[in-house]
């Protein structure tokens, strides 16, 4: 597959704060493509400098080997992680009024049928539901029929049906052959959705690949944790744990042969965890610290 877009060396700076610092990566068309990282990654940023919104300060950003220019522009869709809609608007008229500022096309029937906005698309847009809304805000972003859809953040605050109802739709429209960039930091929605993904963090890309090569990059078999206690020495030696966040954590191909020596080595098994490695568990060996954990941190200092 060709690269569609292709991001070289791009950085972006707010007064001393670097926030984007001289990343790559290239996302070849027709995929759904995941920037993932926690407040304050750079993600945002840098999907905004790629729609054309934020300036670049130095690095460049190719659409088809050449820099976005207008006409690329009628080819891109964007759902913001917030859009103010004009008030007493329904959201067929929403769509309208979109559709009004692009010389071609989808009709709003059809975009109402594609993210089944049937059952409300005629009701006052302020009384939709959070999840409601977003399919409204996707519509809206396809107005256009683009070949690049951008999607910031777009389950952000949704229930757990809303999330996946919009997952299915994601779906529907990747199947129509548009090349999705999305960014999110909820990693099983990237296990879900994306072929590719980059994990970014302070600015920085940390991994890049499909999510299933790095996973099986990176860890072996299973992950067993335990909560923080004083291991035996033939456990530390043969198992070699890593201890995160309170719980130590043992990656493993041989599960019954480490789970003999756990028990023969009398190890207190209470509250004992055998799972398959995930992206947050990736998050946290490369950087030390959870995904979630970040962005608790971030949001509980928000509100002080
Ligand atoms: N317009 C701006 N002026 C000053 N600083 C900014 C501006 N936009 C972003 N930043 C800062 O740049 C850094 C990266 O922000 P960005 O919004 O790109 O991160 P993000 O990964 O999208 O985070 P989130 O998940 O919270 O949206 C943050 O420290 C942020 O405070």
């Known amino acids: 597959m060709s690269a569609f877009i292709q991001v070289r060396k791009l950085t972006k700076s707010f007064k001393s704060l670097q926030a984007v ?6 996302v070849p068309r027709g995929i759904c493509f995941g920037l993932l990282g926690p407040n304050g990654a750079g993600k945002t940023t840098t999907i905004e400098m790629m729609e054309g919104i934020v300036s670049i300060d130095s690095g460049e950003i190719l659409y088809d080997g050449l820099p976005l220019n207008q006409g690329m522009n009628q080819r891109i869709g964007i759902q913001f992680q917030n ?3 004009q008030d007493h608007l329904t959201g067929r008229e929403c769509l309208q009024m979109f559709a009004s500022f692009y010389q071609k096309g989808l009709p709003p029937h059809e975009l109402i049928n594609l993210c089944q906005l049937g059952d409300f698309a005629d009701q006052d847009h302020r009384k939709l539901s959070g999840g409601q809304k977003q399919r409204l805000l996707l519509a809206i972003a396809l107005v256009n029929d683009p070949q690049i859809l951008f ?3 777009p ?3 949704l229930d757990p049906h809303a999330r996946r109802n919009f997952w299915s739709l994601i779906n529907r429209i990747k199947a129509l052959g548009k090349t999705i960039v999305l960014t999110t930091h909820y990693m099983d929605e990237a296990e879900t959705l994306c072929d590719d ?3 970014m963090d302070k600015g920085q890309i940390i ?3 499909a999510p299933r ?4 990059e990176h860890f072996r078999g299973v992950l067993i944790r335990l909560p923080e206690q004083t ?5 530390m030696l043969e198992c070699q744990p890593k201890l995160e966040r309170g719980h130590w954590y043992v990656n493993t191909d041989k599960v019954e042969h480490t789970l003999k020596l756990l028990v023969e080595q009398q190890v207190n098994l209470e509250g004992l965890h055998v799972k398959s490695a995930n992206l947050d568990d990736l998050f946290l060996k490369l950087t030390g610290h959870g995904l979630q954990e970040q962005t608790e941190v971030v949001k509980e200092s928000a509100h002080v």
């Open 197 to 199: 993904i980059a994990i």
């Open 207 to 209: 991994a890049r690949g």
């Open 83 to 85: 859009t103010a809609l």
């Open 21 to 26: 610092k001289g990343i790559d990566f290239e």
């Open 155 to 157: 389950t952000t605050g």
């Open 213 to 216: 090569d790095l996973l099986s």
């Open 151 to 153: 999607l910031d953040e």
């Open 231 to 235: 291991l035996p020495n033939a456990v």
